[in-house]
Protein backbone atom coordinates (compact mmCIF):
# COMPACT_ATOMS: atom_id res chain seq x y z
CA UNK A 1 0.00 0.00 0.00
CA UNK A 2 1.12 3.64 -1.03
CA UNK A 3 2.30 5.48 2.34
CA UNK A 4 1.08 8.59 0.54
CA UNK A 5 -2.45 7.15 0.65
CA UNK A 6 -2.43 5.83 4.16
CA UNK A 7 0.02 6.99 6.56
CA UNK A 8 0.52 5.61 9.97
CA UNK A 9 -0.99 2.57 10.82
CA UNK A 10 2.25 0.88 10.74
CA UNK A 11 3.83 -2.43 8.99
CA UNK A 12 1.88 -4.99 11.03
CA UNK A 13 -1.39 -3.92 11.17
CA UNK A 14 -1.60 -2.67 7.08
CA UNK A 15 -0.04 -6.69 6.55
CA UNK A 16 -3.41 -7.80 9.30
CA UNK A 17 -6.21 -5.56 7.73
CA UNK A 18 -5.56 -6.08 4.11
CA UNK A 19 -5.33 -9.97 5.08
CA UNK A 20 -8.54 -9.72 7.53
CA UNK A 21 -10.26 -8.10 4.29
CA UNK A 22 -9.10 -10.27 1.91
CA UNK A 23 -7.04 -7.39 -0.27
CA UNK A 24 -4.51 -8.36 -2.15
CA UNK A 25 -1.67 -5.62 -0.99
CA UNK A 26 -0.35 -5.53 -4.60
CA UNK A 27 -3.48 -3.51 -5.21
CA UNK A 28 -2.55 0.35 -5.60
CA UNK A 29 -4.88 2.12 -3.35
CA UNK A 30 -6.60 4.27 -6.16
CA UNK A 31 -7.89 0.49 -7.09
CA UNK A 32 -9.33 0.04 -3.64
CA UNK A 33 -13.26 1.00 -3.87
CA UNK A 34 -15.05 3.10 -1.36
CA UNK A 35 -16.67 0.16 0.22
CA UNK A 36 -13.04 -1.19 1.48
CA UNK A 37 -11.56 1.59 2.28
CA UNK A 38 -13.93 1.90 4.76
CA UNK A 39 -14.03 -2.02 5.88
CA UNK A 40 -10.26 -1.40 6.08
CA UNK A 41 -10.38 1.93 7.98
CA UNK A 42 -13.18 0.56 10.12
CA UNK A 43 -11.21 -2.59 10.78
CA UNK A 44 -8.05 -0.79 11.81
CA UNK A 45 -9.82 1.42 14.20
CA UNK A 46 -11.00 -1.58 16.35
CA UNK A 47 -7.79 -3.10 16.25
CA UNK A 48 -5.55 -0.31 16.95
CA UNK A 49 -7.57 0.54 20.26
CA UNK A 50 -7.25 -2.88 21.49
CA UNK A 51 -4.14 -2.87 20.92
CA UNK A 52 -3.72 0.08 23.07
CA UNK A 53 -5.92 -1.39 25.22
CA UNK A 54 -4.69 -4.62 25.56
CA UNK A 55 -0.64 -2.94 25.01
CA UNK A 56 0.16 -5.86 22.31
CA UNK A 57 -1.04 -6.57 18.72
CA UNK A 58 -3.25 -9.09 18.52
CA UNK A 59 -4.93 -9.29 14.95
CA UNK A 60 -6.47 -12.87 15.02
CA UNK A 61 -10.64 -13.38 15.13
CA UNK A 62 -11.63 -15.68 18.35
CA UNK A 63 -12.02 -18.48 16.19
CA UNK A 64 -8.32 -18.24 15.02
CA UNK A 65 -6.41 -17.79 18.91
CA UNK A 66 -4.01 -20.45 19.77
CA UNK A 67 -6.62 -21.34 22.59
CA UNK A 68 -9.54 -22.33 20.00
CA UNK A 69 -7.10 -23.79 17.33
CA UNK A 70 -5.30 -25.79 20.32
CA UNK A 71 -1.79 -24.42 18.67
CA UNK A 72 1.19 -22.71 20.15
CA UNK A 73 1.22 -19.48 21.01
CA UNK A 74 3.03 -17.37 17.98
CA UNK A 75 6.85 -16.38 19.38
CA UNK A 76 7.56 -12.95 17.53
CA UNK A 77 8.74 -9.71 19.56
CA UNK A 78 6.03 -7.61 19.17
CA UNK A 79 4.63 -10.48 20.80
CA UNK A 80 0.71 -10.78 19.50
CA UNK A 81 -1.14 -13.34 17.64
CA UNK A 82 -1.33 -11.98 14.13
CA UNK A 83 -2.47 -13.88 10.86
CA UNK A 84 0.14 -12.66 7.93
CA UNK A 85 2.78 -10.45 9.53
CA UNK A 86 6.14 -12.12 9.72
CA UNK A 87 4.63 -15.36 9.11
CA UNK A 88 6.45 -15.89 5.49
CA UNK A 89 6.55 -19.88 4.42
CA UNK A 90 4.21 -20.58 8.03
CA UNK A 91 0.51 -22.18 7.04
CA UNK A 92 -2.35 -19.78 6.43
CA UNK A 93 -4.12 -19.78 9.66
CA UNK A 94 -7.51 -19.78 8.33
CA UNK A 95 -7.20 -21.70 4.66
CA UNK A 96 -3.76 -23.64 5.05
CA UNK A 97 -2.25 -21.70 2.27
CA UNK A 98 1.64 -20.55 2.46
CA UNK A 99 2.27 -17.25 3.81
CA UNK A 100 4.13 -15.12 1.17
CA UNK A 101 6.35 -12.18 1.47
CA UNK A 102 7.69 -9.66 -0.90
CA UNK A 103 9.26 -6.33 -1.04
CA UNK A 104 7.47 -3.20 -2.73
CA UNK A 105 8.54 -0.07 -2.65
CA UNK A 106 10.90 -0.98 0.03
CA UNK A 107 8.21 -2.19 2.36
CA UNK A 108 7.91 -5.53 3.23
CA UNK A 109 4.31 -7.39 2.62
CA UNK A 110 3.16 -10.34 3.94
CA UNK A 111 -0.21 -11.97 2.48
CA UNK A 112 -1.79 -15.13 2.09
CA UNK A 113 -2.79 -15.99 -1.57
CA UNK A 114 -5.69 -18.26 -0.65
CA UNK A 115 -7.45 -15.63 1.08
CA UNK A 116 -6.29 -12.07 -0.83
CA UNK A 117 -6.18 -13.09 -4.32
CA UNK A 118 -4.28 -11.30 -6.72
CA UNK A 119 -6.07 -8.12 -7.91
CA UNK A 120 -4.22 -8.78 -11.37
CA UNK A 121 -2.11 -5.30 -11.13
ZN1 LIG B 1 -5.38 -18.06 3.76
Redesign the pocket.
Known amino acids: MDQAVVAGPGNIYRAEVLFRQGVDPMLPGRGVGRAVWSALWDDLVVLMAEGVRTGRIDTVRAEHTPEAMGRAPRVDDHGGEVYVYRRAGLP??????EVRAAVLAGRNLFW?P???PSSGV
Open positions: CLVCGACGCQ
